[in-house]
Every structure is written in structure tokens, then in C-alpha cells.
């Protein structure tokens, strides 16, 4: 990565706004092109998902946003425009998975709980909205290891995708992410 590249990741994890205009300036031709690619997917689904390629391309820029918090420039063989269109194709094909018919609501007790044919329920639980408190307990829970592994499966990333990220094995990270998920089930046990 260019030392320009760099720095401009550096001022965006620093939450200098104007960075990831620019960074977003940049990616704009890949934001349209998968936004667009994923549009017609969005199109065939019942008239209740109504996401268009307007917001496929907001999708597609927090995705970015995302990228650039996480990416680990001293990781080699991964650039940050191929990280960045991974992280934009797990967005979007995560959101495509919550909009999609398969998603339903049903009742468990007096609790809500959110079903759906991908990943799990957890994932779009934790996507939702209305899940400040909850990541906040969530963080404090978990280890900061446990920590770094649950925002890159939320973020989208698949656990072979997260293992070459931080350099461990993939074992390790499916080790981690089953404890995460028994620490998170006594949480939302115990309210």
C-alpha cells in the first residue's frame, strides 16, 4: 500500500470525515458497480424488501467505512481495495439475507427472536438497529481477542477470511467464535 493510501486510512480510522469522502470518491466506481450488480437480486424479491440501488449504495459506503477500520495494513498479501470488496460483498450479500423472504419473527416466550435461512440468528440480531446496549455488554463479556474476532464475523467477514486477517488459525477463530456465542446467550438469557 502507497504511503498516501496509508495515511488516508489512518485519518479515516481517526474519524476524520473529510478522509472518507475522499476514500469514498476513490471506491465510488466499485460501490456502483457491486450496488448495481446486486440491484437485480433485490428487484426479484417480494414488494415488502423495497431496497433499491440507492440504498444498496449507502449499504455498499458503510461497508467501506467498515473496511477501512479494520483492515490491517502490516498484513501482507492483502490490499486494501481487495479487503474493502469483500467486506462491500459480505454487506451486501448479508443485507440480501435479512431482506429476503426467509427472514421471519416468531415468538419464544415474551421474547422476539429473528430466524432466517443464512448465517444465523445472532448475526441479525446484532445487526439490528436498536443493539447499543446490548454490544456494549457484549464487549465488556468477551476478551480482547474475542473482541477483535466478533466485529469482523459482524462486519461480514467468513472465518477463513477472519483466521488470515489476524493471523491465527481457523480453528481458532471457530474456538472463539463458539465461546462468543455461549457468552452471548447468557447475556440475552439473563435479561
Known amino acids: 500500500m502507497t504511503d498516501a493510501a496509508d495515511i488516508l486510512l489512518r485519518r479515516v480510522a481517526d474519524g476524520d470525515q473529510s478522509a472518507f469522502e475522499e476514500l469514498a470518491l476513490q471506491y465510488a466506481p466499485l460501490i456502483e458497480s457491486m450496488s448495481a450488480q446486486f440491484a ?18 449507502q449499504e455498499a459506503r458503510l461497508a467501506l467505512y467498515r473496511a477501512a ?17 469483500i467486506c462491500i460483498r459480505n454487506s451486501l450479500v448479508s443485507l440480501w439475507r435479512k431482506s429476503s423472504a426467509g427472514a421471519r419473527v416468531s415468538r419464544r416466550g ?10 444465523d440468528a445472532l448475526s441479525e440480531l446484532l445487526s439490528a438497529s436498536e443493539t447499543g446496549a446490548l ?4 464487549r465488556a463479556a468477551l476478551s480482547p481477542y474475542e473482541n477483535r474476532i466478533f466485529e469482523q464475523y459482524i462486519s461480514g467477514m467468513s472465518v477463513k477470511q477472519i483466521a488470515l486477517h489476524v493471523d491465527k488459525t481457523e480453528k481458532s477463530v471457530s474456538n472463539a467464535l463458539y465461546r462468543i456465542r455461549v457468552k452471548i446467550k447468557g447475556l440475552l438469557s439473563s435479561d
Open 135 to 138: 454490544r456494549e455488554k457484549i
Open 69 to 85: 477500520n479494520t483492515f490491517d495494513p502490516e498484513k501482507k498479501g492483502i490490499t486494501f481495495g481487495l479487503y474493502a470488496k
Open 110 to 119: 415474551s421474547k422476539e427472536v429473528v430466524e432466517t435461512g443464512g448465517r
Open 40 to 57: 437485480p437480486s433485490f428487484a426479484a424479491m417480494a414488494e415488502g424488501a423495497a431496497i433499491g440501488e440507492q440504498d444498496l449504495q
